[in-house]
């Protein structure tokens, strides 16, 4: 895995911690007040130094690798995918587990399960393509008496209160999220190994040892299912993709957002591409990504290897901000051209972090034949600077 | 009477000489207008202390609760004991915990806080933050503190006021106590509160988190309830959400939860409210008599103002109009003096409602303004409102000459037997009034006015013919002065019989209370001699003076079962539990003598055979459960238990003080089988024959092994301890009596000041006959005595009707306890005692000033 992703890996833990704190500040239903945000832009970050951290190669092992990692500070499960209806109505959706500790391991209990050294945060987004309606959620919780976790044994599960993804299978996952108002149930098949990014699986972010992360994929998850929205209820299948990260780390300075590219070919390729938003503009040394074969193996990208023309924006009528709204990608000394639009604009959640996610699809050659695709993009730093705040 | 109109008569009529007439009057006359003033300010400070008693209470109650609850509308909660936490996890994994918050609680103190009861509320903050937002929006609070609050054991959060008044900065650590253990707390952080009302409920409050909570209380696995927020518009909710429910939980509003607590409270509060009111019916019968005074004192003057062309409604005005500078100034005077008395009142009342009914961990709620004008309003209005006869008097005074007074005294005897006669009606619909089969309190005590009013109207009549009876004795003793003074009294009968009703009213309000509390003192000793059998008893430390329901270290238990020197170890479990009426206090015995050791109201059998049921699965009921309820013996109990609804068969009724809310009595097996539960809350001990309970204490102090703080006394002083609450209790009835006699006090003071003034001329031409200084002493101190003693004579019956309607009505129906009617005479001579010396003190004054006026000065003076 590259430098870049780490950065956005560990910008995101941060991230955590931050909703978490903020969290506790406001009910969901409050408006942010002044008081609340200094209290949430000034967190004190936790001490580092009794954390594991990600100090060279790592020998992975599966299901295991799959549970939590409680020695390092910051850990997520990452699951997104496009799914259609047999009449071809295209949904997107992200479901989210992030993990941050705020003690090193164990948790002094005197007894009481609730006791917890583990905050919970978990996004749970749907986006409707053909109503062009996107919804979304946050839910937040200790890592403890069973209200949230996630675990290896004796099947991988990882969930916060009703919302989880467990295995039920050889490389089968049952995933179900649930709000009020829609629904998600889907059965994931891994069809490919797990990935690991970067140098098997570890990618060391900066001169520093130890600041990296280690990085697994699922990238490529057939998904069936079903799907509700309100009293409707659809059967839906498509493809899902998921991300699995932990470390100890904090970022650089000279960064104010990220982009992150997570692709699905019909040719049976996929293809991770993430880009830092720089200050000063330039081109960040630490952008990186994956090529992932049909077969499973993988190729890394160095910032040097590939190029990511925007060529629309699309101002968001909640935050303001704008973004890019579509891409051209080239992988330079390959013949990989990619053009990558959202499946619709408005995919931005307005979380203690107002953000970008959204499914895209992506049309283009690969290695001189025409190509197809979709895939989900995130994109931080637009609506306000990450810069500072962490 | 349409002629009357004084509002408009006020405003557009009234000529500037007329306002010029009421004022000199009352300049005129500072002393009365003074008494007056004194007299209502009184009345109006005593209603207003109780009621800003009974305001703070109720206020420290709610925040207390609101502390606890927040924004809740429902909550999830045992039918006994506590929740398992697995339910709150399956609520959350379930997807129906959206809005659910878990919390434990528990009342903690701590030496550096102060000592007081404190809340320890132990919350989830990651789902707390629409319930109580104490860690919300706009409360400052140092984020650094996060972190330890969640992960470090023993860390609490505390208001920054009540941190700051101990002496406690973040990063310290200090003792707190719970039911007897001292656990040692880390202080993470402070709160400060966006708003004050906010900040009172925080400094009854240690936050911290639900684990810590869990740990510091050993509830561990086990939560108190589960907060709730349903929307309204959704009630189906809450009925899907019990459904899925296990056995022995419960669902229900919050509302219903904190109501029944109110409740308990409410019939306090009321009779509280009711003897306030005394103190200022008092205050009115000196208004009243006072305003009557200065109507017939200026009747030619009336009579000249009507034939000057001033119309009758002008003339009421008049009258009016004094009555609302005596009633604005005294209610004014009142609500400062109120709030004076309520610094003591506040205090007692909460302290009662502390040791009788909850622990508010919510202190100095400030003054509810609420409380001041309802003072100042009833104050001014019942001053006018007493005006109003007197004003009509006036206003009916027809112009040219006004009458002769002796014409309005042949009418006041007419009018004596009339008020008589009304009296009697008065009393006789008021005991009508008991007769209505009802729990409400507000008949019972509008029949008790109505017949002290009766008895105060039959006092003239009373009074008549005391004097008259008097007449030779005197006459006998003093000689002509001796016959002179009732015959004075008799003659001004329409000022002197109110005067002595309002005197005899106050005694007869001292008389009544101090029956009914001898009565009650008297019922409890023989009660705790019956039912105290034990020589020793064991509990562990309890806010409350009620029956403690804090579980004893049951590594005591395994000590005294095997302790030398016992006979016998009966163990109690006391707790509450749910039953479709509501919460109960439950007992669960041992005692195999229990039958023996109640005095029974009724019964199904003879003590053995009542504790033979009670083993099969009977219960018995405290009296004030069962009138609660309505249910005697032969009747059954429905009580929810963790398997569902059962009926209890009730073997028994027994007389039992310990709450007004009531308890029942079940056979300890039946309550383990039934409940599960096997905590023991109090422990009797029965020594073997010879040994020195003392001695026994002492060896168990010291002997006991186990790490909570216990409270081990022998009988004797487990008795003082609760006639000590008893006293408490009372404390502030007695001093509600000795306002109200203060009242009464300036009212006879006022009234006889009137009364002599007046007689100036005929004292002046008594002086010029040759009465000398000491006769003129002699002569007003033997009217003055007369009325005292007379209205100290007439409060005694009405003294007695009071206590037994105090008794068998309102103490019966407020708090169903019957109690033993115990006639002490003390209360009697006190009551005359009071009655005389208030009189005598009260003729001091216009004696002096009499006996040392020139006849020519007095004669001239009109």
């Given at each position: 895995?590259?430098k870049?992703?780490?950065?956005?890996?560990?910008a995101v833990a941060?991230l955590?911690v931050l909703?978490?704190?903020g969290?506790?500040f406001?009910?969901?239903?409050k408006?942010?007040?002044?008081?609340?945000?200094?209290?949430?832009?000034?967190p004190a970050i936790?001490?580092e130094?009794?954390?594991a951290r990600?100090?060279?190669?790592?020998e992975f092992?599966?299901p295991?690798?799959?549970?939590?990692h409680?020695?390092f500070?910051t850990?997520w499960?990452?699951?997104?995918?496009?799914l259609?209806?047999?009449?071809?109505?295209?949904?997107?959706y992200?479901?989210t587990?992030?993990?941050?500790a705020l003690?090193?391991?164990?948790a002094?209990?005197?007894g009481?399960v609730?006791?917890a050294?583990?905050?919970?945060?978990?996004h749970?987004?749907?986006s409707?393509i053909e109503t062009?309606?996107?919804?979304y959620?946050?839910l937040l919780s200790?890592?403890?008496?069973g209200?949230?976790?996630?675990?290896?044994e004796?099947?991988?599960e990882?969930?916060?209160?009703?919302?989880?993804?467990?295995?039920i299978?050889?490389n089968?996952y049952?995933?179900?999220?649930?709000?009020?108002?829609?629904e998600?149930k889907?059965?994931l098949t891994?069809?490919?190994?797990?990935v690991?990014?970067g140098?098997?699986?570890y990618?060391?972010?900066?001169p520093?040892?130890?600041n990296?992360?280690?990085?697994i994929?699922?990238?490529r998850?057939?998904?069936s299912g079903e799907l509700r929205?309100?009293e409707n209820?659809?059967?839906?299948?498509?493809?899902?993709?998921?991300?699995?990260e932990f470390s100890t780390?904090a970022?650089s300075a000279?960064q104010?957002?990220w982009?992150w590219?997570?692709i699905?070919l019909?040719n049976?390729?996929e293809?991770?591409l993430?880009?830092l938003?720089?200050?000063?503009?330039?081109?960040d040394?630490?952008?990186?990504g994956?090529?992932?074969?049909?077969?499973?193996a993988t190729?890394?990208?160095s910032?040097a290897?590939?190029?990511v023309e925007?060529r629309?924006t699309?101002r968001?009528p909640?935050?303001?901000?704008e973004?890019?709204?579509e891409?051209?990608?080239?992988?330079?000394?390959?013949?990989?051209?990619?053009?990558i639009?959202?499946?619709?604009?408005?995919?931005e959640?307005?979380t203690?972090?107002t953000?970008?996610?959204?499914a895209?699809?992506?049309q283009?050659?690969?290695?001189?034949?025409?190509?197809?695709g979709?895939?989900y993009v995130?994109?931080t730093?637009y609506?306000?600077?990450?810069q500072?705040k962490? | 009477m349409?002629?009357i109109a004084?509002?408009?008569?006020i405003?557009?009529?009234?000529?500037r000489?007329?306002?010029?007439?009421?004022?000199?009057?009352?300049?005129?006359?500072?002393w009365?207008?003074?008494?007056m003033?004194?007299?209502?300010?009184?009345?109006v400070?005593v209603?207003?202390?109780?009621?800003l008693?009974?305001?703070?209470a109720s206020?420290a109650f709610m925040l207390?609760?609101?502390?606890?609850t927040?924004?809740?509308?429902h909550?999830?909660?045992p039918?006994?004991?506590?929740?398992?936490?697995s339910i709150?996890?399956?609520?959350?994994?379930?997807?129906?915990g959206?809005?659910?918050?878990p919390?434990v609680t528990?009342?903690?103190?701590?030496?550096?806080?102060?000592?007081?009861?404190l809340?320890l509320?132990?919350?989830?903050?990651?789902?707390?933050s629409?319930?109580r937002g104490?860690?919300?929006?706009?409360?400052?609070f140092?984020t650094?503190?996060?972190?330890?609050f969640?992960?470090?054991p023993?860390?609490?959060l505390?208001s920054?006021e009540l941190?700051?008044?101990?002496?406690?900065t973040?990063?310290e650590s200090f003792?707190l106590?719970?039911?007897?253990r001292?656990?040692?707390?880390y202080?993470?952080?402070?709160?400060?509160?966006a708003?004050a009302?906010?900040?009172r409920?925080l400094n009854?409050?240690?936050l911290a988190?639900?684990?810590?909570?869990q740990?510091l209380t050993?509830?561990i696995?086990r939560i108190d309830r589960i907060?709730?927020?349903?929307?309204?518009?959704?009630?189906d909710?809450?009925?899907a959400?019990?459904a899925d429910?296990?056995?022995?939980?419960?669902?229900?509003?919050?509302e219903?939860?904190n109501?029944?607590?109110?409740q308990?409270?409410?019939a306090?509060?009321l009779?509280?409210?009711?003897?306030s009111?005394l103190a200022?019916?008092?205050?009115l019968?000196?208004?009243y008599?006072?305003?009557?005074?200065s109507?017939v004192?200026?009747?030619?003057?009336?009579g000249t103002?009507?034939s000057l062309?001033?119309?009758r409604?002008?003339v009421?005005?008049?009258?009016?109009g004094e009555a609302?500078?005596?009633?604005?100034?005294?209610?004014l005077?009142?609500l400062g003096?109120?709030?004076?008395l309520g610094?003591?009142?506040?205090?007692?009342v909460?302290q009662?409602?502390?040791?009788?009914?909850f622990?508010t961990t919510?202190r100095?709620?400030g003054?509810p303004?609420?409380s001041?004008?309802?003072?100042?309003?009833?104050?001014?209005?019942?001053?006018?409102?007493?005006?109003?006869?007197?004003?009509?008097?006036?206003?009916?005074?027809?112009?040219r000459?006004?009458?002769?007074r002796?014409?309005l005294?042949k009418?006041?005897r007419?009018?004596?037997?009339?008020?008589g006669?009304?009296?009697?009606?008065?009393?006789?619909s008021?005991?009508?009034?008991?007769?209505?089969?009802?729990?409400n309190?507000?008949p019972?005590?509008?029949g008790?006015?109505?017949?002290?009013?009766?008895?105060?109207?039959?006092?003239?009549?009373g009074?008549?013919?005391?004097?008259?009876?008097?007449t030779?004795?005197t006459?006998r003793?003093?000689g002509?002065?001796?016959r002179m003074?009732?015959?004075?009294?008799?003659?001004?009968l329409s000022?002197?019989?109110?005067?002595?009703?309002?005197?005899?009213?106050?005694?007869a309000v001292?008389?009544g209370?101090?029956?009914m509390?001898?009565?009650f003192r008297?019922?409890?000793?023989?009660?705790?001699?019956?039912?105290l059998?034990g020589d020793v008893?064991?509990s562990?430390?309890s806010?409350?003076?009620n029956?403690s329901t804090?579980?004893?270290?049951?590594?005591?238990m395994?000590?005294?079962a095997?302790?030398?020197g016992?006979?016998r170890?009966?163990?109690?479990r006391?707790?509450?539990i749910e039953?479709?009426?509501?919460?109960?206090?439950i007992?669960?015995?041992?005692?195999?003598?229990?039958?023996?050791e109640r005095l029974f109201?009724a019964?199904?059998?003879?003590?053995?055979e009542?504790?033979q049921?009670?083993r099969e699965?009977?219960?018995?009921l405290?009296?004030?459960?069962a009138n609660?309820?309505?249910?005697?013996?032969?009747?059954?109990?429905l009580?929810?238990?963790?398997?569902?609804?059962?009926?209890f068969?009730?073997?028994?009724?027994?007389?039992?003080y310990?709450?007004?809310?009531g308890s029942?009595l079940?056979?300890?097996?039946?309550f383990?089988?039934i409940w599960?539960?096997t905590a023991?809350?109090?422990i009797?001990?029965?020594?073997l024959?010879?040994?020195?309970?003392?001695q026994?204490?002492?060896?168990l102090q010291?002997?006991?092994?186990t790490?909570?703080?216990?409270?081990i006394r022998?009988n004797?002083?487990?008795?003082?301890?609760v006639?000590?609450v008893?006293?408490?209790?009372f404390a502030?009835?007695?001093?509600?009596q000795?306002?109200?006699t203060i009242?009464?006090?300036?009212g006879v003071?006022s009234?006889?000041?009137?009364?002599q003034l007046e007689?100036?001329r005929?004292i002046?031409v008594?002086?010029a006959?040759?009465l000398?200084?000491k006769?003129?002493w002699l002569?007003v101190m033997?009217?003055t005595?007369?009325?005292?003693l007379t209205?100290?004579i007439l409060?005694a019956p009405t003294?007695?009707a009071?206590s037994l309607?105090l008794?068998?009505v309102?103490?019966?129906r407020?708090f169903g306890?019957?109690?033993?009617?115990?006639?002490?005479?003390?209360a009697f001579?006190?009551g005359l005692?009071i009655a005389?010396?208030?009189?005598l003190?009260?003729?001091?004054?216009?004696?002096?000033?009499?006996?040392?006026?020139?006849a020519?000065?007095?004669?001239?003076?009109?």
């Amino acid at each position: 895995m590259s430098k870049t992703r780490f950065r956005v890996a560990a910008a995101v833990a941060v991230l955590v911690v931050l909703i978490a704190v903020g969290w506790l500040f406001f009910s969901p239903d409050k408006p942010v007040d002044q008081a609340g945000m200094s209290m949430v832009l000034a967190p004190a970050i936790p001490v580092e130094g009794q954390f594991a951290r990600a100090e060279g190669l790592r020998e992975f092992s599966f299901p295991l690798d799959h549970g939590q990692h409680p020695e390092f500070q910051t850990e997520w499960w990452y699951y997104t995918g496009n799914l259609q209806t047999v009449e071809g109505r295209r949904f997107g959706y992200e479901l989210t587990f992030f993990r941050r500790a705020l003690t090193p391991p164990p948790a002094l209990s005197n007894g009481s399960v609730w006791r917890a050294n583990q905050v919970y945060l978990a996004h749970f987004a749907l986006s409707d393509i053909e109503t062009q309606a996107f919804r979304y959620q946050e839910l937040l919780s200790r890592g403890a008496a069973g209200l949230a976790g996630a675990q290896s044994e004796p099947a991988f599960e990882v969930w916060l209160e009703d919302w989880s993804v467990r295995q039920i299978g050889n490389n089968r996952y049952a995933l179900s999220a649930n709000t009020e108002d829609y629904e998600l149930k889907l059965d994931l098949t891994d069809l490919k190994v797990p990935v690991l990014q970067g140098n098997r699986g570890y990618s060391q972010k900066g001169p520093e040892a130890g600041n990296a992360s280690y990085y697994i994929s699922q990238s490529r998850l057939e998904t069936s299912g079903e799907l509700r929205i309100g009293e409707n209820v659809w059967d839906v299948s498509g493809l899902s993709w998921m991300d699995h990260e932990f470390s100890t780390s904090a970022l650089s300075a000279g960064q104010v957002g990220w982009n992150w590219f997570a692709i699905q070919l019909d040719n049976g390729s996929e293809l991770m591409l993430f880009t830092l938003q720089r200050e000063d503009g330039e081109l960040d040394p630490f952008n990186g990504g994956t090529i992932i074969e049909p077969d499973g193996a993988t190729r890394m990208l160095s910032s040097a290897d590939f190029q990511v023309e925007i060529r629309e924006t699309w101002r968001s009528p909640h935050s303001g901000a704008e973004y890019p709204s579509e891409w051209v990608i080239t992988i330079l000394n390959e013949e990989i051209r990619l053009s990558i639009k959202p499946l619709m604009p408005d995919q931005e959640l307005n979380t203690f972090i107002t953000y970008w996610e959204g499914a895209v699809e992506v049309q283009g050659e690969w290695n001189g034949v025409p190509v197809n695709g979709f895939g989900y993009v995130e994109l931080t730093g637009y609506a306000e600077s990450m810069q500072g705040k962490f | 009477m349409k002629r009357i109109a004084p509002g408009r008569a006020i405003k557009t009529q009234y000529p500037r000489i007329l306002v010029r007439l009421g004022w000199q009057y009352v300049v005129h006359h500072a002393w009365q207008s003074f008494l007056m003033v004194l007299g209502i300010a009184l009345g109006v400070a005593v209603m207003v202390s109780i009621d800003l008693a009974n305001a703070s209470a109720s206020r420290a109650f709610m925040l207390s609760a609101e502390a606890v609850t927040g924004k809740a509308t429902h909550q999830i909660a045992p039918i006994s004991g506590m929740l398992d936490e697995s339910i709150y996890t399956n609520l959350r994994i379930s997807g129906n915990g959206e809005l659910a918050a878990p919390v434990v609680t528990g009342l903690v103190s701590s030496e550096v806080l102060g000592g007081a009861p404190l809340q320890l509320l132990g919350i989830d903050p990651f789902a707390d933050s629409p319930f109580r937002g104490y860690l919300g929006s706009g409360n400052k609070f140092d984020t650094g503190a996060l972190t330890p609050f969640l992960t470090r054991p023993g860390a609490v959060l505390l208001s920054a006021e009540l941190a700051g008044r101990s002496g406690l900065t973040p990063g310290e650590s200090f003792a707190l106590n719970f039911e007897g253990r001292t656990r040692e707390v880390y202080l993470a952080g402070t709160l400060a509160a966006a708003d004050a009302l906010t900040r009172r409920s925080l400094n009854g409050v240690v936050l911290a988190d639900i684990a810590t909570a869990q740990e510091l209380t050993g509830k561990i696995g086990r939560i108190d309830r589960i907060d709730l927020i349903l929307p309204e518009d959704e009630p189906d909710r809450a009925a899907a959400l019990q459904a899925d429910l296990p056995a022995g939980v419960r669902l229900e509003t919050v509302e219903s939860r904190n109501g029944s607590i109110e409740q308990m409270t409410a019939a306090f509060q009321l009779n509280l409210t009711a003897l306030s009111m005394l103190a200022l019916v008092v205050g009115l019968f000196l208004i009243y008599n006072t305003m009557t005074f200065s109507v017939v004192r200026r009747r030619s003057l009336f009579g000249t103002l009507r034939s000057l062309g001033v119309t009758r409604s002008e003339v009421f005005a008049l009258v009016i109009g004094e009555a609302l500078i005596v009633g604005v100034a005294g209610s004014l005077l009142g609500l400062g003096l109120g709030i004076l008395l309520g610094r003591n009142t506040v205090g007692m009342v909460s302290q009662t409602v502390n040791d009788l009914y909850f622990t508010t961990t919510v202190r100095g709620v400030g003054i509810p303004v609420s409380s001041l004008v309802k003072g100042g309003v009833i104050g001014v209005f019942a001053t006018l409102a007493t005006a109003v006869p007197p004003a009509v008097e006036a206003a009916l005074v027809e112009p040219r000459a006004a009458q002769l007074r002796s014409g309005l005294e042949k009418k006041t005897r007419l009018i004596t037997w009339l008020m008589g006669l009304s009296g009697l009606l008065l009393a006789g619909s008021g005991v009508l009034l008991f007769q209505i089969p009802t729990k409400n309190n507000v008949p019972g005590l509008v029949g008790t006015v109505l017949v002290v009013i009766g008895f105060a109207m039959l006092s003239a009549v009373g009074m008549r013919g005391l004097l008259m009876a008097v007449t030779p004795l005197t006459g006998r003793l003093f000689g002509s002065l001796g016959r002179m003074a009732p015959r004075n009294l008799v003659s001004t009968l329409s000022r002197t019989a109110v005067a002595v009703a309002a005197l005899m009213v106050a005694v007869a309000v001292t008389i009544g209370v101090s029956l009914m509390i001898g009565s009650f003192r008297h019922t409890v000793t023989v009660w705790l001699e019956q039912t105290l059998q034990g020589d020793v008893y064991i509990s562990a430390p309890s806010f409350t003076a009620n029956t403690s329901t804090i579980s004893i270290d049951p590594q005591v238990m395994e000590q005294v079962a095997v302790w030398p020197g016992l006979a016998r170890a009966d163990w109690l479990r006391s707790t509450v539990i749910e039953s479709p009426e509501g919460q109960v206090r439950i007992s669960a015995t041992t005692n195999p003598d229990v039958g023996k050791e109640r005095l029974f109201k009724a019964s199904s059998g003879n003590p053995d055979e009542i504790t033979q049921a009670l083993r099969e699965g009977s219960v018995l009921l405290s009296e004030p459960l069962a009138n609660r309820l309505g249910l005697t013996i032969g009747d059954t109990l429905l009580l929810y238990t963790p398997t569902g609804e059962k009926a209890f068969p009730v073997a028994g009724v027994f007389y039992d003080y310990a709450s007004s809310e009531g308890s029942l009595l079940i056979w300890m097996e039946q309550f383990r089988q039934i409940w599960g539960d096997t905590a023991v809350t109090s422990i009797g001990l029965r020594l073997l024959p010879g040994s020195d309970p003392d001695q026994v204490v002492r060896e168990l102090q010291s002997g006991l092994q186990t790490d909570q703080q216990l409270i081990i006394r022998p009988n004797r002083s487990l008795r003082q301890d609760v006639m000590e609450v008893f006293d408490r209790t009372f404390a502030i009835t007695a001093a509600l009596q000795i306002l109200a006699t203060i009242v009464a006090f300036i009212g006879v003071l006022s009234t006889l000041l009137l009364l002599q003034l007046e007689k100036q001329r005929e004292i002046g031409v008594l002086r010029a006959l040759g009465l000398t200084g000491k006769q003129l002493w002699l002569l007003v101190m033997l009217e003055t005595g007369l009325m005292g003693l007379t209205a100290g004579i007439l409060a005694a019956p009405t003294g007695v009707a009071l206590s037994l309607i105090l008794i068998y009505v309102i103490n019966l129906r407020s708090f169903g306890w019957t109690l033993q009617f115990d006639m002490n005479p003390g209360a009697f001579a006190m009551g005359l005692l009071i009655a005389v010396s208030a009189a005598l003190l009260a003729g001091v004054v216009p004696a002096w000033r009499l006996s040392r006026m020139e006849a020519a000065e007095a004669i001239r003076y009109e």
